[in-house]
């Protein structure tokens, strides 16, 4: 279903800013296009509403126009939540900065400051209780329908239910001798990337496919059969989930993004790297990436005693004792590994300053005396 444009409004400047907005367009995509047009709309259903004297845009300024509009946002009923303030903010900022550049209105670009857009509120992460878990998964598996399936998908794969709907029929690639990944395609941050799989998720894959034979609509690539349009079948297994949460008796706030959130804090927890996570999840900063991950007490408390117990800032003890050193080009070895080992120890006990620095390079030049030292034993 393609989604057509509304009517311009009726306002002097509808079409210099929208003029603007398809400048802009041409490095946006679809979805955020469509948030400039509607702050847009908003800014001037405003602007001809409260100030219609306004026909040009060197008229405008930051004084009442564009406070007037920030304090109309922030006073209405239900009020706005702080990311959608924020983003309309953005746009209309980048809007105005366009607009300054096509039409030599170097002010424009000043009628929103820095300072105007608060800070977002930390985001907590969002998983799933360990029982929430564990009722959801065993209920998908006992339907073993199609939204069952895609959901466990969703959940063994970490990826975005934008992302599922849009995995294409041969999205299982073979990596290796049993070894088996699925492609997702471009996501929310345009990046697409290979997420392995076990069995289950190449079981999956087969279910689902299974049901797109049954569907009647012609094959179109895709694993998912799509009724009308992408925005449809999302509505479609969000619904899905919402009557599984309530026959479970669980909360019916729980959304599809929370199994990505699950999935995050499960790998982590298994002893998949942060950067490793951040592959899997598409991820192109560390800070998107630990909005995903919970950190849970049992969490502190394991790796607080696995800290305790092998600390790994710490040079190792030497092997051998003075007791027991021994012969030849072997000792000379555990000799120097001894001194430098002493030497170690004594630098940390004294204060930053030249003494400790010039340990520091001491300690470096045993490491290469005692690699060199062991080059003898081949010659």
Request: aromatic letters at 6%.
């Given at each position: 279903?393609?989604?057509t ?7 002097p ?13 041409a490095a ?26 306004v ?5 405008l ?13 922030r ?5 706005l ?14 809007t ?5 550049w ?21 985001r ?7 029982e ?7 209920e998908?598996l006992?339907?073993?329908d ?5 959901f ?8 975005r ?13 073979s990596?290796g001798p ?18 392995p799989?076990d ?18 609509l ?8 799509r009724p ?7 509505r ?11 026959a479970?008796?669980?909360s ?9 959130h ?31 991950v919970?950190?849970?007490l049992?969490?502190?408390?394991r ?8 600390p790994?800032?710490?040079?190792p ?49 045993l ?13």
């Amino acid at each position: 279903m393609k989604c057509t444009r509304r009517p311009p409004l009726p306002h002097p400047l509808a079409a210099v800013f929208d003029r603007s907005v398809d400048s802009l367009g041409a490095a946006l995509s679809p979805d955020t296009l469509r948030h400039y047009r509607g702050t847009v709309r908003n800014f001037l259903s405003y602007l001809g509403a409260a100030h219609p004297a306004v026909d040009s845009l060197d008229q405008l300024r930051r004084e009442p126009h564009l406070l007037g509009w920030m304090s109309r946002l922030r006073s209405q009923a239900p009020p706005l939540v702080t990311e959608s303030y924020v983003n309309l903010l953005i746009d209309l900022r980048a809007t105005f900065t366009e607009l300054a550049w096509t039409h030599q209105l170097p002010q424009l670009a000043h009628l929103i400051r820095r300072e105007d857009i608060p800070h977002l509120p930390q985001r907590l992460p969002r998983p799933l209780t360990a029982e929430q878990d564990q009722l959801l998964q065993q209920e998908f598996l006992n339907r073993n329908d199609l939204g069952g399936n895609a959901f466990l998908l969703i959940r063994h794969t970490g990826m975005r239910i934008g992302e599922c709907v849009d995995l294409s029929y041969d999205c299982l690639r073979s990596t290796g001798p049993d070894q088996w990944a699925v492609h997702v395609p471009l996501g929310k941050l345009k990046t697409e990337r290979m997420v392995p799989v076990d069995r289950l998720g190449v079981e999956l894959i087969h279910r689902l496919r299974f049901f797109r034979s049954l569907d009647p609509l012609p094959p179109d690539g895709r694993l998912l059969a799509r009724p009308s349009s992408k925005e449809a079948l999302v509505r479609q297994l969000r619904d899905y989930l919402h009557q599984v949460c309530h026959a479970l008796g669980l909360s019916t706030r729980i959304v599809p993004h929370q199994f990505r959130h699950t999935y995050a804090s499960g790998m982590l927890r298994a002893g998949v790297s942060f950067p490793v996570l951040m592959k899997l999840l598409g991820h192109t900063s560390p800070e998107m990436t630990i909005l995903y991950v919970e950190v849970a007490l049992n969490d502190l408390q394991r790796e607080f005693l696995q800290a305790r117990s092998k600390p790994r800032h710490l040079v190792p003890q030497p092997k051998t004792s003075f007791a027991l050193t021994r012969t030849g080009l072997d000792g000379v070895i555990d000799s120097l590994q001894t001194a430098q080992h002493a030497l170690e120890m004594f630098r940390r006990s004294l204060p930053a300053g030249a003494a400790r620095s010039c340990l520091d390079r001491l300690s470096n030049r045993l490491t290469k005396i005692v690699g060199e030292t062991r080059k003898l034993r081949t010659a």
